[in-house]
Each structure stands twice: as structure tokens, then as C-alpha cells.
């Protein structure tokens, strides 16, 4: 039962995603850049 759920969840919010990609294309390219340098900066030390 909890696997279902965990995984219809993971379903909707992958759903989600790619509608607000789809509805906002340069939004998700800057949003993605920003967290991919964020995080790059975190694992270089």
C-alpha cells in the first residue's frame, strides 16, 4: 500500500513537471542552471 502511494506520487509530481516546463521553458533552463551551480559549488570543496 505504501509503495503505491510513494509511487502515484512520484507519477503526479513528475506529471507537474514537465507541465511547467512545457508552460515555462526558460524559467526551468535558469532554475536548473541556478541549482546545478549552487550545487556545484557545495561538492567542489
Request: overall charge positive; charged content about 30%; aromatic content about 14%.
Amino acid at each position: 500500500q505504501a509503495w503505491g502511494d510513494a509511487r502515484d506520487r512520484a507519477r503526479t509530481f513528475q506529471e507537474d513537471a514537465e507541465q511547467y516546463v512545457r508552460e515555462n521553458p526558460t524559467k526551468a533552463i535558469f532554475s536548473a542552471l541556478g541549482i546545478g551551480f549552487v550545487l556545484g559549488l557545495i561538492f567542489r570543496r
